[in-house]
């Protein structure tokens, strides 16, 4: 391996090596806390009615109604 191709690796692995420490530990888990909550407001916007319905209910509904809602029949003659 020449000189210069060892400084190419070098001079990659000090490029490459801080991106992907920046991506991964900063700019991934900003790009989350936006995009996230934005698409979901997106989807909210877009599907009006049913969608303001199905989120009001699974967001705004007590404990017990959430467990109720959620149970999973035992038997088939209870569905």
């Given at each position: 391996?020449?000189?210069?191709?060892?400084?190419?690796r070098l001079a990659m692995?000090?490029?490459?090596v801080p991106y992907l420490l920046?991506?991964?530990y900063v700019i991934g888990p900003l790009?989350?806390?936006?995009?996230?909550p934005g698409g979901l407001a997106l989807l909210l916007l877009v599907g009006r009615?049913?969608?303001w319905a199905v989120?009001?209910?699974?967001?705004f509904r007590r404990s017990a109604q959430?467990?109720?809602?959620?149970?999973?029949?035992?038997?088939?003659?209870e569905r």
């Open positions: 391996m020449s000189i210069f191709e060892s400084l190419k692995a000090v490029v490459l920046i991506y991964a790009l989350v806390l936006v995009l996230v009615g049913e969608a989120a009001r209910q699974t967001l959430g467990a109720e809602l959620n149970r999973v029949p035992a038997s088939p003659s």
